[in-house]
């Protein structure tokens, strides 16, 4: 899956003097891998350079991450001094996220609380959700609502209490709702653009230097199914 973005059609949800947040499309990747692929993180450094005529090397900090076939909200700290502070919000869970997820198998319940013990598969770079605690897993819980019943398919809205692991798409496969489009965690065939349709909708989460709460939300991809929500 090869990176599309670049700094003219970079969408851009807030910024400031010490963060920067961004809608990451599908396909992107936040941080430079093995792939070589240009990553979001020079994207955004090329944006900021352009925009505010920087000389030399921009600083920009990579402050969490979101998987390559994900869409939605991404931050990136623009100071060390916001960085510092931001990686301990997000470390010790101080933020509020919202995803949307759109999933063929309605969940037994409409709303629920699900609780895993998520192990990884480094190998294959895939988790496994066990009702049970299992060697080298670790406690993951989230809470669900089927928000929209569209034609084939439920909108799920969810609230993320831990951040493990490709969690949220783990949970959904272990109760039979696999995301659309996740060949790698039970959906029965892949999206046109290689993504699945989960979306980062939300962050709420404390400004790291004017203290002040700070609510972004990610207006969803020009795609079909997500348009008719």
Do not use: C
């Not at 891998?33 to 090329?46: A, M, N, W």
């Not at 209490?161 to 969690?167: E, V």
């Amino acid at each position: 899956m090869k990176i599309v973005s670049d700094k003219t059609n970079l969408q851009v949800l807030h910024e400031d003097n010490h963060i920067i947040v961004v809608n990451k499309r599908v396909g992107d990747i936040v941080q430079g891998d093995k792939t070589g692929d240009k990553p979001l993180s020079e994207v955004v450094k090329e944006y900021i350079k352009d925009k505010y005529n920087k000389p030399g090397e921009v600083f920009l900090g990579v402050v969490h991450r979101l998987d390559r076939p994900t869409t939605g909200i991404v931050v990136f700290a623009r100071t060390s001094k916001a960085l510092t502070r931001l990686n301990e919000l997000f470390k010790n869970r101080e933020t509020q996220k919202t995803y949307w997820a759109i999933v063929k198998n309605k969940p037994a319940k409409s709303q629920d609380k699900l609780v895993h013990f998520i192990k990884r598969n480094e190998k294959n770079n895939t988790s496994k959700a066990h009702i049970n605690e299992v060697p080298d897993s670790k406690l993951a819980s989230l809470d669900y609502t089927v928000f929209k019943e569209l034609n084939n398919y439920f909108a799920l809205e969810i609230n993320l209490h831990t951040g493990r692991h490709h969690q949220i798409r783990a949970q959904l496969s272990a109760i039979g709702s696999p995301i659309k489009g996740d060949l790698k965690y039970g959906f029965d065939r892949s999206n046109p653009d290689g993504g699945i349709h989960l979306h980062a909708r939300k962050l709420v989460f404390i400004h790291p230097v004017t203290k002040e709460t700070l609510s972004v939300t990610a207006p969803v991809p020009n795609e079909v199914i997500w348009n008719a929500l």
